[in-house]
């Protein structure tokens, strides 16, 4: 039976040979079952031949496959190539040109570099001129090394050593903080009369012009620092300290220090900070830090601030009435971001800088960069006497609270208080008598000793990974485990909190990520089973 | 008639008994006459385009391996013998640069994820007839597939489907039966549908 059904196939074909034929309609003729397959078959034949219709002529066709041809066998073969004998040729060509010519690249590297140089030297300004620097502003730049970079007294440039022997910089956004009137009770201290007062207005004066030259920004976002900033801060210490010394014995007597101090040494180094003709700059750029000479011509700007002056000066008669819009007048801020932080990972800057930053501060190591020293032969005492003042000049500003002597009258409390500073020389001892109407007096003597104990174990060293006010947070906070009170803390707590669900969220997401995909899969189709 | 006679007969109607099958254009295609060639494709690349149509069964596809077809006739044809018919030779080389072409397509379809399945339900109405087939069809496997397109759609001989595909007789026979036994199986859940 199975072989007559398979030969019915080949029967309606007409692939049959007569003998085969005639034996299988024999067949037919007796078998219904037989009968009823080969119409079934016919029907499928009949299916198929109509199911399939041609497909349509493809008109290009032949254009198409004798363009094909007619292109050459060997160009298809240079064509696969090609990128290989492209590549081949121009190694070659590398290679030769480095073999005859080998500063060719070098050549390239530095045109660009001065290229970039000049791009970010255009234009630049004086910084400090925005700062518009007062007595005072340069008086706490000398002892406290530190310069406000605007009028409104927000951005401070610090330059300092480190103990190390390191100097450094730092831009920040909040100063030291620094008891006003310093300098006032300096002057009170001095008690110059009025030449003597005129006298000592120009050295500032000219020190407030000088600085200005140091510090050069311009649009582009660069920040030019000389090297002669330092040497600045340190001739200004000692043009003070010789002016007090031939102004005020009272002042000599209260420093012994001054004694020391030589004025024709100070003049000389005096007059070598400001001739130093040294015009190398550190140039602070979005993308790079090099060091660079900048002629900067100071004259030439001074008339073209006058003529800028005198016009600021008309629209400012017309502003008047509009107050807010002139306080948005800040000349130049700069704005501490991020970008900065890539300049980590520049290797060249890496081997001269050491970069700290954080929300508030910008510190700059520059180790490595040669600070021009001035060549005198008593630098080095004068740099001791220096130092030293600095020092007695911070213990006699050393805030203690001020109260009303006179005022002592019945009934009210007096304390009585002693401060005393460690001189190499001498012990000086100062009296107090402190007066507060019906408030309990804390020990500021056990108060004062505790944070000067914290401030002495702190490690000053230590890099300033992360946000400095989370550092001080934690420094003045360290023997309470409690923080229960401090809103600083519940917020740093939120935040790590938030941090802990947004992680889990994550967590979460990958999760359901992952099940969708195993529900996406769908086992193949078997094939038919004929 | 002799010799003599039937030079005449050639001169005097040269046009009309200039010989163009595929034979001599091949011949003349070997000794240098390149523009036979042209003759040829143009002769046969509806057949193969139609060949290649049947057993891939994916319209985009076809002028592609056709062009790929003629180009390796092109190459090969100096190498061509004269034993066998010309068509068979074509045939022969097209049925396998299709098998080339499912193969490559099969490796591919690995990577590629598994489509929906494509069934047919009864609810639809505007079931096209011959859409149903020739899905069908195509569900089949290549080997019986191509022979029963072959005979029913090109009307090959069995002869010719062996040649082509380059197997016996016996197993054309069989494998066309056993096309129509699939595809009648594959039809089944439809017989209502189709029987108008």
Same mark, same amino acid.
């Given at each position: 039976?199975?072989?007559?059904?398979?030969?019915?196939?080949?029967?309606?074909?007409?692939?049959?040979?007569?003998?085969?034929?005639?034996?299988?309609?024999?067949?037919?003729?007796?078998?219904?079952?037989? $009968?009823?397959?080969?119409?079934?078959?016919?029907?499928?034949?009949?299916?198929?031949?109509?199911?399939?219709?041609? &497909?349509?002529?493809?008109?290009?066709?032949?254009?198409?496959?004798?363009?094909?041809?007619?292109?050459?066998?060997?160009?298809?073969?240079?064509?696969?190539?090609?990128?290989?004998?492209?590549?081949?040729?121009?190694?070659?060509?590398?290679?030769? =040109?480095?073999?005859?010519?080998?500063?060719?690249?070098?050549?390239?590297?530095?045109?660009?570099?001065?290229?970039?140089?000049?791009?970010?030297?255009?234009?630049?300004?004086?910084?400090?001129?925005?700062?518009?620097?007062?007595?005072?502003?340069?008086?706490?730049?000398?002892?406290?090394?530190?310069?406000?970079?605007?009028?409104?007294?927000?951005?401070?440039?610090?330059?300092?050593?480190?103990?190390?022997?390191?100097?450094?910089?730092?831009?920040?956004?909040?100063?030291?903080? &620094?008891?006003?009137?310093?300098?006032?009770?300096?002057?009170?201290?001095?008690?110059?009369?009025? @030449?003597?007062?005129?006298?000592?207005?120009?050295?500032?004066?000219?020190?407030?012009?000088?600085?200005?030259?140091?510090?050069?920004?311009?649009?582009?976002?660069?920040?030019?620092?000389?090297?002669?900033?330092?040497?600045?801060?340190?001739?200004?210490?000692?043009?003070?300290?010789?002016?007090?010394?031939?102004?005020?014995?009272?002042?000599?007597?209260?420093?012994?220090?001054?004694?020391?101090?030589?004025?024709?040494?100070?003049?000389?180094?005096?007059?070598?900070?400001?001739?130093?003709?040294?015009?190398?700059?550190?140039?602070?750029?979005?993308?790079?830090?090099?060091?660079?000479?900048?002629?900067?011509?100071?004259?030439?700007?001074?008339?073209?601030?006058?003529?800028?002056?005198?016009?600021?000066?008309?629209?400012?008669?017309?502003?008047?009435?509009?107050?807010?819009?002139?306080?948005?007048?800040?000349?130049?801020?700069?704005?501490?971001?991020?970008?900065?932080?890539?300049?980590?990972?520049?290797?060249?800057?890496?081997?001269?800088?050491?970069?700290?930053?954080?929300?508030?501060?910008?510190?700059?190591?520059? @180790?490595?960069?040669?600070? +021009?020293?001035?060549?005198?032969?008593?630098?080095?005492?004068?740099?001791?006497?220096?130092?030293?003042?600095?020092?007695?000049?911070?213990?006699?500003?050393?805030?203690?609270?001020?109260?009303?002597?006179?005022?002592? /009258?019945?009934?009210?409390?007096?304390?009585?208080?002693?401060?005393?500073?460690?001189?190499?020389?001498?012990?000086?001892?100062?009296?107090?008598?402190?007066?507060? +109407?019906?408030?309990?007096?804390?020990?500021?003597?056990?108060?004062?000793?505790?944070?000067?104990?914290?401030?002495?174990?702190?490690?000053?060293?230590?890099?300033?990974?992360?946000?400095?006010?989370?550092?001080?947070?934690?420094?003045?906070?360290?023997?309470?485990?409690?923080?229960?009170?401090?809103?600083?803390?519940?917020?740093?707590?939120?935040?790590?909190?938030?941090?802990?669900?947004?992680?889990?969220?994550?967590?979460?997401?990958?999760?359901? $990520?992952?099940?969708?995909?195993?529900?996406?899969?769908?086992?193949?189709?078997?094939?038919?089973?004929? | 008639?002799?010799?003599?006679?039937?030079?005449?007969?050639?001169?005097?109607?040269?046009?009309?008994?200039? &010989?163009?099958?595929?034979?001599? =254009?091949?011949?003349?295609?070997?000794?240098?006459?390149?523009?036979?060639?042209?003759?040829?494709?143009?002769?046969?690349?509806?057949?193969?385009?139609? &060949?290649?149509?049947?057993?891939?069964?994916?319209?985009?596809?076809?002028? @592609?391996?056709?062009?790929?077809?003629?180009?390796?006739?092109?190459?090969?044809?100096?190498?061509?013998?004269?034993?066998?018919?010309?068509?068979?030779?074509?045939? $022969?080389?097209?049925?396998?640069?299709?098998?080339?072409?499912?193969?490559?397509?099969?490796?591919?379809?690995?990577?590629?994820?598994? /489509?929906?399945?494509?069934?047919?339900?009864?609810?639809?109405?505007?079931?096209?007839?011959?859409?149903?087939?020739?899905?069908?069809?195509?569900?089949?496997?290549?080997?019986? $597939?191509? +022979?029963?397109?072959? /005979?029913?759609?090109?009307?090959?001989?069995?002869?010719?489907?062996?040649?082509?595909?380059?197997?016996?007789?016996?197993?054309?026979?069989?494998?066309?039966?056993?096309?129509?036994?699939?595809?009648?199986?594959?039809?089944?859940?439809?017989?209502?549908?189709?029987?108008?």
């Amino acid at each position: 039976m199975n072989k007559h059904i398979e030969l019915l196939s080949s029967y309606l074909d007409g692939e049959l040979s007569p003998e085969e034929v005639k034996q299988l309609e024999e067949k037919l003729s007796y078998t219904p079952e037989l $009968r009823d397959k080969l119409a079934e078959l016919k029907r499928v034949k009949e299916l198929t031949k109509s199911s399939i219709k041609k &497909i349509p002529e493809a008109p290009y066709f032949e254009t198409r496959l004798f363009s094909y041809l007619q292109e050459k066998p060997y160009r298809n073969k240079i064509k696969k190539w090609s990128p290989v004998i492209g590549v081949a040729v121009l190694t070659v060509a590398l290679m030769l =040109l480095l073999k005859f010519n080998p500063d060719f690249l070098e050549n390239i590297f530095e045109e660009q570099k001065s290229n970039l140089a000049g791009f970010y030297k255009e234009n630049l300004k004086p910084f400090l001129f925005a700062a518009d620097l007062s007595n005072e502003d340069i008086f706490n730049f000398a002892f406290y090394n530190q310069l406000p970079l605007d009028n409104t007294k927000t951005q401070y440039i610090q330059v300092g050593s480190d103990p190390s022997g390191d100097e450094y910089f730092e831009i920040s956004t909040a100063g030291l903080m &620094i008891e006003e009137g310093n300098f006032k009770k300096f002057m009170e201290t001095l008690a110059l009369n009025a @030449d003597q007062e005129q006298q000592f207005d120009s050295i500032m004066g000219s020190y407030a012009e000088a600085l200005q030259s140091q510090i050069l920004v311009n649009d582009k976002n660069t920040v030019a620092i000389s090297p002669n900033l330092w040497n600045y801060q340190k001739a200004i210490v000692a043009d003070i300290l010789a002016f007090a010394k031939a102004s005020s014995e009272e002042v000599a007597d209260m420093m012994p220090v001054l004694f020391k101090v030589q004025s024709s040494v100070v003049k000389q180094v005096v007059h070598s900070v400001k001739t130093n003709k040294d015009n190398e700059y550190i140039f602070f750029t979005p993308d790079s830090l090099f060091i660079d000479t900048f002629e900067f011509d100071a004259d030439e700007f001074k008339k073209e601030m006058e003529i800028a002056k005198r016009e600021m000066q008309k629209s400012f008669q017309e502003m008047e009435r509009n107050q807010e819009e002139m306080e948005e007048l800040n000349l130049v801020r700069l704005k501490l971001d991020s970008s900065l932080i890539n300049l980590k990972r520049v290797p060249r800057v890496n081997k001269n800088f050491d970069i700290y930053i954080d929300s508030n501060v910008c510190r700059v190591h520059i @180790d490595k960069i040669e600070i +021009p020293d001035i060549e005198l032969p008593d630098m080095d005492s004068l740099e001791a006497i220096i130092n030293e003042a600095t020092k007695q000049f911070k213990s006699f500003t050393f805030t203690v609270p001020k109260f009303d002597l006179s005022d002592g /009258k019945a009934g009210k409390k007096f304390h009585k208080y002693d401060y005393k500073i460690e001189m190499d020389d001498s012990i000086k001892s100062f009296k107090f008598d402190l007066h507060i +109407p019906d408030v309990e007096i804390p020990d500021v003597d056990s108060i004062l000793r505790n944070e000067m104990e914290h401030l002495e174990n702190f490690n000053w060293n230590q890099p300033l990974m992360n946000d400095s006010l989370m550092e001080w947070f934690n420094f003045f906070r360290s023997d309470d485990s409690t923080y229960s009170d401090n809103p600083m803390h519940f917020e740093f707590r939120m935040k790590e909190f938030e941090e802990e669900m947004e992680k889990f969220r994550e967590e979460m997401e990958k999760l359901k $990520r992952e099940l969708r995909k195993d529900s996406v899969y769908v086992k193949p189709k078997k094939p038919v089973e004929i | 008639m002799d010799s003599e006679s039937k030079k005449e007969v050639l001169q005097s109607q040269p046009r009309i008994l200039e &010989i163009n099958d595929d034979f001599s =254009l091949i011949k003349r295609f070997i000794e240098g006459d390149e523009s036979t060639f042209k003759t040829l494709v143009h002769r046969h690349k509806e057949k193969v385009r139609n &060949i290649i149509y049947l057993t891939v069964s994916r319209t985009e596809f076809v002028d @592609d391996i056709a062009q790929e077809v003629f180009i390796t006739l092109y190459k090969n044809l100096k190498h061509f013998r004269f034993e066998s018919q010309f068509t068979t030779w074509l045939y $022969r080389i097209t049925v396998n640069k299709c098998k080339d072409h499912l193969r490559k397509m099969r490796i591919r379809s690995v990577f590629v994820p598994v /489509k929906e399945t494509e069934g047919y339900n009864h609810i639809n109405d505007n079931i096209d007839v011959s859409e149903i087939v020739h899905k069908s069809i195509n569900k089949l496997p290549e080997k019986l $597939r191509t +022979p029963l397109l072959l /005979k029913d759609i090109e009307g090959f001989s069995y002869q010719e489907i062996a040649d082509t595909i380059q197997c016996e007789v016996g197993t054309v026979k069989s494998r066309i039966f056993r096309a129509r036994e699939g595809l009648r199986n594959l039809l089944k859940p439809y017989e209502e549908d189709l029987r108008d």
